[in-house]
C-alpha cells in the first residue's frame, strides 16, 4: 500500500525559505509513471494545486507562485521536495503531498510568522 | 490559467436525498475531472477520476457525469458519512486546479 508522508518545520519566518520533503513509501517516484505534486490549504480555506512533476515532464508551477517555487525529486528515488522562498503569512497553509490517482499524504501545518 | 467553478457552495441536504454539486471549467478539459471529499483534519480522499470513473472501494451511490466544460457528482441517496465538503479538480495539460469546494451540510 502507498504511503506518503511530509516531513519540515512547521514555522518559518517572513521573507525565509520554506522547505518541505514527501517520503513515499512502498513506491517509487523517479521509477513511477504518475505526476506527483504538492497541494496546499490555507486554514479555513479550499485547496490550491502547487505544483507538480514527472518523469515524463515538468515541473509545472501554479502561474502565481512560479517566481518563488521549485519542486524536484530527491536524490533519494523516494523523496519528492518542495522549496518556496520569500514567504508571507499568506504562505501559511498546511501542505500535502500526492499522487495524480489520488493518493495523499496527511499534510503538515507550516506557518509563517516571526 | 483554467477556472473552475463549483455550485452551490453550500447545500443543505437531508439523509435519503439525492444531491447534485455542479462543478464549470473556463475552458473545455475533456474528461479530466476528478472529484474529491474532505472532512475536517482530514486529507482530500478522490471518489471519482476521468469524469465518470468511480475510485475503487467509493460507494456506488456516487456518480460523476459530464465533459467538455459542465460536470456534475451525483449523490444517489445521502448517507450519515457523506456530509464534507466536495471539491473537483480538473488535471487538463498537467496543471491542475480545484473548484471552490461545496459544504455539504445537514438540514
Known amino acids: 500500500q502507498l504511503q506518503l508522508q511530509e516531513s519540515g518545520p512547521g514555522l518559518v519566518k517572513p521573507s525565509e525559505t520554506l522547505s518541505l520533503t514527501c517520503t513515499v513509501a512502498?513506491?517509487?517516484?523517479?521509477?513511477?509513471?504518475?505526476?506527483w505534486g504538492w497541494i496546499r490549504q490555507s486554514p479555513g480555506k479550499g485547496l490550491e494545486w502547487i505544483g507538480s512533476i514527472s518523469n515524463t515532464g515538468g515541473p509545472y508551477y501554479h502561474s502565481s507562485l512560479q517566481s518563488r517555487i521549485t519542486i524536484a525529486v530527491g536524490t533519494s528515488e523516494n523523496q519528492l521536495s518542495l522549496t518556496l522562498i520569500s514567504v508571507t503569512a499568506a504562505d501559511t497553509a498546511i501542505y500535502y503531498c500526492a499522487r495524480e490517482d489520488g493518493y495523499w499524504g496527511q499534510g503538515i501545518l507550516v506557518t509563517v510568522s516571526s | 490559467d483554467i477556472q473552475m467553478t463549483q455550485s452551490p457552495s453550500t447545500l443543505s441536504a437531508s439523509v435519503g436525498d439525492r444531491v447534485t454539486i455542479t462543478c464549470r471549467s473556463s475552458?473545455?478539459?475533456?474528461?479530466?475531472l476528478a472529484w474529491y471529499q474532505q472532512k475536517p483534519g482530514k486529507a482530500p480522499k478522490m471518489l471519482i477520476y476521468?469524469?465518470?470513473d468511480l475510485k475503487s472501494g467509493v460507494p456506488s451511490r456516487f456518480s460523476g457525469s459530464g465533459s467538455g466544460t459542465e460536470f456534475t457528482l451525483t449523490i444517489s441517496s445521502l448517507q450519515p458519512d457523506d456530509f464534507a465538503t466536495y471539491y473537483c479538480?480538473?488535471?487538463?495539460?498537467?496543471?491542475?486546479?480545484f473548484g471552490q469546494g461545496t459544504k455539504l451540510e445537514m438540514k
Open positions: 475552458q473545455t478539459i475533456s474528461n479530466w
Open positions: 476521468k469524469a465518470s
Open positions: 479538480q480538473q488535471y487538463h495539460e498537467n496543471l491542475y486546479t
Open positions: 512502498g513506491g517509487s517516484i523517479s521509477r513511477s509513471t504518475y505526476s
